[in-house]
């Protein structure tokens, strides 16, 4: 088994360091042919057509050659079955990655093996293509022994069958195929798609019978926040190169990580991925002097002078472009999606988050604790907020849960990994039907309660009956404990309370991804002197669980106090 792990990275990459394991290859001869002949390939698309023995960087030529060099000669089985590699645009990735097909094609010796580059578009499988193929046609020796389909974007290599084919993403792109060797290039586009967890699955099961097979992920980051297989790859990958045996999903449970994953992450410390601190001021990443730490194809041609243009034109044009530029071009991780008509909240919401609050946690700190509902038609979440008051202080605390029924998830295919995401996380519940939602809901109330600190729920009167109810037989009566809460610009007062509790650091959360999701949908007008945050502006994204929050707001700036005891005192 070998040892993955790069535990220094963080030092070596401000150093400018290999970010490679210490692994020495069991099969020398084979990382030097594969070295050799990716050396020999021709860039097809740059003046001079140079060779990427000059032209490449040596970053991903010591990749070549660890991949290719992991293919043991006595029993034929490759130590490297994956590689995931994160690294910005404009690093050469669609071409380095072609040419390393092409390198394997060349080094492969069983007869008719099929590879594959999976690429996110048919633009980005176009330009594939036209780069391996280019490649093929520039060397002499190559373009006798390769015969090419540009329909079917098919290279051949006459001496053993072998076939590369560049397929654009879609449902069957993995059907009938035992590959040898798949390239997925983009996997934090592809998994967007509904289908790319049972994809994915596809291509790593139908490797398992090839014991020299191997699956390589080259992608930028995301230009959202990751979901789906990308999220789950990408936690896997950061683990193994810090030296963890497993990583922790989101309900806190250990993960064990593959022992033959080869990460390369071209991504800052955590310490220089954090926002501003203060509203208005530089991010640390903004240095275009730390850039280079995520380039590692600088020079060839990308320059920091030309990424800086970039960026003060993505700049210019607001938050949401500069922070999907800093995605794509510096991997950096987007927490929340923000956009321009975004609510003023969102600015602070990440750096509010606090990963060890939980429930229990601020049912124990508070001196007096609001709730609040919100839910809708079949489609929409129904959405529980819990806000705490801390004891001796000014600081709220929130926590929410969310639930779904099967129809709602089937009328939202688009967004079914990021429901999967969130039902992992625990935040969200997915029912059959109608119902067990409700008296799930009921119940995390009333547990609330037996804490004798809950003042009240707060929720939209319209269309709440049957939640009514269910409170009102667990002892939470409406005339008493059960307050209504009118939307629209009513609401104006508590959406500028809690941005100014954010932002005054007074309001802290346990940094749930649904909530983030919620927080970044959320699209602000206004309407004279208020300000409204409807579902209607928010269209196909949903803010119900932001919403609930709102309606805890409402009941907390009352200042409310409990009366007497909790039955825990009594």
């Keep these: 088994m070998l040892n993955m792990s790069r535990p220094d990275w963080r030092e070596r990459i401000r150093a400018g360091r290999s970010l490679l394991p210490d692994i020495d290859p069991v099969n020398p001869v084979q990382a030097a042919q594969a070295v050799e002949f990716f050396d020999s390939l021709r ?20 990749i ?22 994160l690294v910005p645009k404009k690093n050469s990735k669609t071409t380095y990655g072609a040419a390393l097909m092409l390198v394997s094609v060349l080094l492969n010796t069983r007869p008719n093996a099929e590879f594959l580059i999976v690429a996110p578009t048919k633009q980005i499988a176009d330009l594939s293509f036209k780069q391996a193929s280019g490649m093929v046609l520039l060397n002499r020796e190559l373009k006798k022994r390769f015969s090419l389909q540009n329909h079917l974007k098919c290279l051949t290599y006459l001496p053993t069958g072998a076939t590369l084919t560049i397929k654009a993403f879609d449902t069957n792109v993995v059907t009938g195929v035992k590959p040898a060797g798949v390239l997925v290039d983009e996997e934090h586009v592809i998994a967007k798609s509904s ?4 994809v994915m699955i596809q291509l790593r099961g139908g490797m398992i019978s090839q014991e020299e097979g191997f699956l390589a992920i080259i992608t930028t980051q995301s230009d959202e926040p990751p979901r789906g297989i990308f999220k789950a790859d990408l936690k896997q990958a950061r683990a193994i190169r810090d030296g963890a045996s497993f990583y922790k999903d989101e309900n ?24 501003a601190k203060v509203l208005g001021e530089p991010a640390p990443w903004e240095n275009p002097a730390i850039w280079p730490m995520v380039l590692p194809n600088l020079g060839r041609p990308i320059t920091v002078e030309r990424l800086k243009a970039d960026f003060d034109k993505a700049k210019s044009k607001g938050v949401e472009e500069l922070a999907k530029w800093a995605s794509q071009h510096l991997n950096i991780e987007i927490g929340i999606a923000l956009r321009d008509d975004r609510w003023a909240g969102a600015d602070f919401w990440q750096s509010q988050a606090r990963q060890d609050l939980t429930l229990d946690a601020i049912i124990e700190r508070s001196e007096v604790i609001v709730a609040g509902i919100d839910g809708g038609g079949l489609d929409d979440l129904l959405s529980l907020s819990i806000l705490g008051r801390e004891a001796g202080s000014d600081v709220w605390m929130h926590w929410q ?24 996380d625990g935040d969200l519940v997915i ?10 809901l009921a119940e995390t109330v009333a547990d609330v309660d037996q804490s004798g600190k809950l003042y009240g729920v707060g929720l939209d009167p319209q269309g709440v009956a049957d939640i009514v109810a269910a409170l009102d037989e667990r002892g939470i009566h409406r005339d008493e404990r059960v307050h209504g809460v009118s939307q629209g610009w009513k609401l104006t007062g508590a959406i500028k309370t809690a941005e100014r509790k954010l932002a005054g650091r007074t309001l802290i959360h346990c940094g749930q991804p649904i909530m983030a999701w919620a927080v970044g949908n959320a699209r602000v007008e206004a309407k004279g002197n208020a300000v409204v945050i409807e579902k209607q502006a928010a269209g196909w994204s949903k803010i119900d669980p932001l919403m609930s929050l709102f309606d805890t707001v409402v009941l907390m700036s009352l200042n409310p106090v409990v009366q007497g005891k909790s039955w825990w005192e009594n």
């Design 43 to 62: 860039l097809p698309d740059v003046g001079g057509t140079p060779l990427l023995k000059d032209a490449s960087g040596p970053w991903f030529r010591e």
């Design 64 to 85: 070549v050659a660890m991949l290719h060099g992991s293919l043991d000669p006595m029993t034929n089985k490759r130590l490297i079955r994956e590689l995931f590699l």
């Design 195 to 198: 289908a790319a967890d049972s």
């Design 252 to 275: 806190d449970e250990e993960i064990p990580v593959a022992n033959d994953v080869l990460p390369v992450l071209y991504e800052f410390p955590e310490d220089v991925q954090k926002p």
């Design 401 to 424: 849960k969310s639930w779904v029924t099967k129809k709602g998830i089937e009328r939202r295919k688009r967004e079914a990994s990021l429901m999967d995401d969130f039902v992992k």
């Design 431 to 440: 029912v059959d039907e109608v119902g067990p939602d409700i008296i799930d």
